[in-house]
């Protein structure tokens, strides 16, 4: 077949479709309508997830680091006023709040492990920083929210070892709190002998803390020191030579000066008057 003639078979099937186009559409006005809505739909979804991705992930991140680091300052406020007197302790509880919620809108299992380790921990030293001794009942809910707080880190941070480490170390300093030493020791032995947590923070905190518990285990006994005095220095005598010695005297008393004479033994004196007062 001749090039001439394709074109020209061509150029009539195309003037045909595009004569019978207008009964064509109708036609399929359904189906046109329904495909076309189909292809926007998917245009927006990967335009949306695009900006999900940059813009709004980006946002959060800022958001959620921001976060972070106002629930330090809340710390150290808390603490500077626990060291004049000033009980703010509710505040780490009202942080450890916020940061729960942080961490169920978190747009990362990993970002949402962070806030539940920082959730915990303000759990812990709110404790810690209340004036006084606070009531049993009271440390045994606050420990038990932060122990789930820290299962939530196991099931949100696999993809991080430190997190994961950090989380098995604070199931063990929560057994501390309740006064279970040997279920402290044997999860902290536990997070120890993992060879998949080697070099993590958390490890080498575990190892810390098992080499200080052994310092408290068992009765504290003071060495009794006996204090033997020290011998005084001995006293010198010399004997005196008492030829060396000049006595001692009083002062040189002269001649006896003569009595002073009384007026009537002197020879000019002049008698007194013999006064008679009468009345």
Not at 110 to 133: D, I, P, S, V
Not at 166 to 191: D, M, N, P, R, S
Not at 226 to 244: F, G, H, Q, R, Y
Request: with cysteine; charged share 20%.
């Amino acid at each position: 077949m001749k090039a001439d003639h394709r074109h020209d078979l061509k150029t009539n099937a195309l003037a045909d479709w595009m004569a019978h186009f207008p009964e064509w559409s109708k036609s399929n006005a359904k189906p046109l309508i329904g495909g076309t809505a189909l292809v926007v739909l998917i245009v927006v979804a990967v335009l949306w997830s695009q900006y999900n991705n940059t813009v709004l992930a980006h946002t959060y991140r800022t958001q959620f680091t921001s976060a972070l680091a106002d629930q330090e300052i809340v710390v150290m406020q808390v603490a500077q006023s626990s060291t004049q007197g000033e009980d703010t302790s509710i505040n780490l509880g009202e942080s450890s709040v916020n940061l729960g919620e942080l961490a169920q809108n978190a747009s990362s299992e990993t970002m949402a492990a962070m806030a539940y380790l920082k959730q915990a921990e303000m759990l812990r030293e709110q404790t810690h920083f209340e004036n006084g001794q606070p009531a049993p009942q009271t440390v045994a809910d606050r420990i038990e929210m932060a122990k789930e707080a820290y299962n939530n880190v196991l099931k949100n941070g696999k993809a991080n070892k430190t997190l994961m480490s950090l989380a098995h170390y604070g199931l063990g300093l929560c057994a501390e709190e309740l006064g279970q030493f040997k279920e402290a020791e044997a999860l902290y032995q536990t997070l120890i002998s993992d060879a998949a947590y080697d070099g993590t923070l958390g490890k080498a905190s575990a190892v810390n803390r098992v080499e200080s518990m052994s310092y408290f285990d068992g009765a504290i006994s003071f060495p009794i020191v006996e204090v033997v005095p020290e011998p005084s220095p001995p006293v010198v005598t010399e004997a005196i030579d008492n030829s060396l010695v000049t006595p001692v005297t009083g002062p040189e008393i002269g001649p006896a000066l003569p009595e002073a004479e009384t007026p009537a033994s002197q020879p000019n004196a002049v008698p007194a008057p013999d006064v008679n007062v009468t009345q």
